[in-house]
């Protein structure tokens, strides 16, 4: 009998070490902060990571992350919510609310291991991507949603330019404004 307790609390202890071991490895993406003046004003797509430094899932998939940050540096807005503890959980509710992303926070609470594609302007999630280790399926999510949004913008100054006066449109025409 003690022999079994010995072994058990070998077990337990090396179970213990590994995810103490697990965690250390698999720390939180850093991303840009996004300055409150870019929230209200940019029309970037949201690209949110559901991290949690205990997920197997998000170990996996760091590598990948990485590899989004580079490709889309400077043409979408990261976001990294961090599941980890109830402490990060509440900073990461609090992020989210700043960027106008709550009703996303409010649904996806505590999910890990997934990425998110958001449009920029209505904050819907477009696309999600679960587990993926595959930089292609990051950009058949993240690059359709970038065009849409060149689409919206384009429209939109298409009807500012329309609720211009014929006068104001020929002074943007000769470069006088």
């Not at 996806?108 to 292609?136: F, I, M």
């Not at 065009?147 to 943007?172: C, I, N």
Request: with cysteine; net charge positive.
């Amino acid at each position: 009998m003690r022999q079994l307790r010995s072994v058990l609390m070998i077990a337990l202890a090396s179970v213990v070490s590994a995810g103490a071991i697990a965690i250390v490895a698999n720390p939180t993406p850093h991303v840009p902060d996004i300055p409150a003046a870019e929230v209200s004003a940019s029309t970037r797509p949201y690209v949110v990571k559901l991290h949690a430094r205990w997920c197997p899932v998000c170990m996996v998939t760091k590598g990948v992350w990485s590899d989004v940050q580079a490709a889309y540096a400077g043409r979408v807005r990261f976001v990294v919510l961090d599941f980890t503890t109830a402490a990060t959980t509440e900073e990461s509710r609090i992020e989210a609310k700043r960027l106008g992303l709550d009703a996303m926070f409010a649904e996806y609470a505590g999910v890990t291991g997934s990425g998110l594609v958001l449009d920029g302007v209505s904050k819907e999630v477009k696309h999600e991507l679960h587990g993926s280790r595959d930089l292609a399926e990051y950009r058949a999510a993240i690059d359709p949603t970038i065009a849409q949004t060149r689409v919206t913008e384009r429209r939109r100054s298409d009807r500012a330019d329309q609720a211009l006066s014929p006068q104001d449109r020929m002074g943007t025409l000769d470069g006088q404004r």
